[in-house]
């Protein structure tokens, strides 16, 4: 009955070091957010009601080790409007140091177009300012990672 005990024992200890090691290797100790800006958008689809576009995001691992992402959600804003959203659950590998353009698809709707045909009165129209917001799930990572991006883009006198 003792040497069943002590086996017994032994064996829980072991799987509990095992799981407690594994835990440790595979959770970073501290992680730099990613930086997330925007490569590109390109019209993937045109209908009355509701556009998609493919949204280029260009991921940034500052880490030294390598991440992979789950999932994100993200927001497109041209000249402070909204212009597209999305979601993706695409799992994509980010390497160490280093950084991979990932392409998902956002929607808008009639509304968000129609208020990217206002001009900007403060900025004219030679200046195109965007923003590109959202969350990235990272796994072994207990939360979600929040990026904000900004950027401008001048467009050619007229």
Do not use: W
Request: a neutral charge.
């Amino acid at each position: 009955m003792f040497s069943f005990s002590v086996r017994k024992t032994f064996v829980v200890l072991t799987l509990v070091i095992g799981v407690f090691v594994s835990a440790c290797v595979r959770a970073p100790a501290s992680m730099q957010p990613p930086q997330v800006t925007l490569a590109g958008i390109s019209l993937a689809g045109l209908d009355l009601l509701e556009q998609r576009y493919e949204i280029r995001l260009r991921v940034q691992n500052p880490n030294h080790f390598d991440f992979v992402i789950e999932s994100m959600q993200y927001q497109v804003e041209i000249n402070d409007k909204v212009f597209a959203r999305g979601l993706s659950n695409h799992s994509v590998s980010i390497p160490r140091d280093d950084m991979r353009t990932v392409s998902v698809e956002a929607v808008s709707t009639l509304n968000d177009v129609l208020r990217q045909l206002q001009v900007d009165e403060q900025s004219g129209p030679e200046v195109l300012r965007y923003r590109v917001s959202g969350t990235l799930k990272v796994r072994h990572h207990a939360s979600d990672i929040a990026f904000d991006h900004r950027g401008e883009i001048r467009l050619p006198a007229g």
